[in-house]
Nanobody, 120 residues
Framework: QVQLVESGGGLVQAGGSLRLSCVAS????????MAWYRQSPGAQRELVAA???????NYATSVKGRFTISRDAPKNTVYLQMNGLEPEDTAVYYC??????????????WGQGTQVTVSS
């Protein structure tokens, strides 16, 4: 089992920045990808960014150039640095960890979510 605890959400004005943190504990050897998703009311949950154990990253087109995902392996922590925030970024942000082997997802885990609100 893997437990994920997120922090760093809050209320900011457009153009501001936030850094989200997600600390993983438990059987972290069972996962090799960590990611951030977000979901707005009435919308589908969307992948924001992901990073593999090898350091390969993937970003949603809407956040490229503004958001950066990174990890601190000794601390079992993944970060999402969000710059140039826009009202459209308002959502609940969820930390995710999963195993990806041979194109098959396993050991899928979710954090509780943290609210990010961007005002005009």
């Amino acid at each position: 089992q893997v437990q994920l605890v997120e922090s760093g959400g809050g209320l900011v004005q457009a153009g501001g920045s936030l850094r989200l943190s997600c600390v993983a504990s438990g059987s972290t050897s069972r996962v090799n990808v960590m990611a951030w998703y977000r979901q707005s009311p009435g919308a589908q949950r969307e992948l924001v960014a992901a990073i593999s154990d090898e350091g390969i990253t993937n970003y949603a087109t809407s956040v490229k150039g503004r958001f950066t995902i990174s990890r601190d392996a000794p601390k079992n922590t993944v970060y999402l640095q969000m710059n140039g925030l826009e009202p459209e970024d308002t959502a609940v942000y969820y930390c995710n960890a999963h195993g990806m082997r041979l194109g098959i997802i396993g050991g899928n885990y979710w954090g509780q979510g943290t609210q990010v609100t961007v005002s005009s």
